[in-house]
T-cell receptor
């Protein structure tokens, strides 16, 4: 069974540009969550999607957005990139918003903003 | 407001000895706790979890202890092995919101041969 797949693995952008990251969850998983990891900050929750609907949103500016498609694949978009957006962006999936359902993570997309 | 804190950025132990990683939380609504392990250039992988109805959960060399009154949990690894060297994150959630985990900053464990 394939794991969570994130593309691309690495991305270099310049300030002011926008970027789209893609995530394919494990087959059968309908919930997708996104996290940002920066040095010393741990993983910070961005948003969660289930059945194409955003269930939860973290404390990030509106430049960060996402969506989920009918096949459960998800994308996140960051507009007007800032230097501080340089981070590892991780996608995770599980079967759905059920009690004690652990998350499975992808390897992430490493975004560098120059 | 850091709701989940791992106050030790790093820990170094000798192979064969016990590793103890600590985590504190502030939100009393949290009732499900997890530990994830992360190697460089890989995503976090699930290690062990515990719900608030328990105070201990064991899986092989890994044991998680939960002290609800102190809002503290710890991960014990016995015996520690060099392959355990990684960054360990604790995470918490209300049980109904398992897609939204609140993570600590991580503790880098180094196990020396």
């Amino acid at each position: 069974k394939a794991g969570v797949t994130q593309t691309p693995r690495y991305l270099i952008k310049t300030r002011g540009q926008q970027v789209t990251l893609s995530c394919s969850p494990i087959s059968g998983h309908r919930s997708v969550s996104w996290y940002q990891q920066t040095p010393g900050q741990g993983l910070q929750f961005l948003f969660e999607y289930f059945s194409e609907t955003q269930r939860n949103k973290g404390n990030f500016p509106g430049r960060f957005s996402g969506r989920q498609f009918s096949n459960s694949r998800s994308e996140m978009n960051v507009s007007t990139l800032e230097l501080g957006d340089s981070a590892l962006y991780l996608c995770a999936s599980n079967r759905g918003p059920a009690t004690n359902e652990k998350l499975f993570f992808g390897s992430g997309t490493q975004l560098s903003v120059l | 407001d850091q709701q989940v804190k791992q106050n030790s950025p790093s820990l170094s132990v000798q192979e064969g000895r016990i590793s103890i990683l600590n985590c504190d939380y502030t939100n009393s609504m949290f009732d499900y706790f997890l530990w994830y392990k992360k190697y460089p250039a890989e995503g976090p992988t699930f290690l062990i979890s515990i719900s608030s109805i328990k105070d201990k959960n064991e899986d092989g060399r890994f044991t998680v202890f939960l002290n609800k009154s102190a809002k503290h949990l710890s991960l014990h690894i016995v015996p520690s092995q060099p392959g355990d060297s990684a960054v360990y994150f604790c995470a918490a959630s209300p049980s109904t919101d398992t897609g939204k985990l609140i993570f600590g900053q991580g503790t880098t464990l180094q196990v020396k041969p």
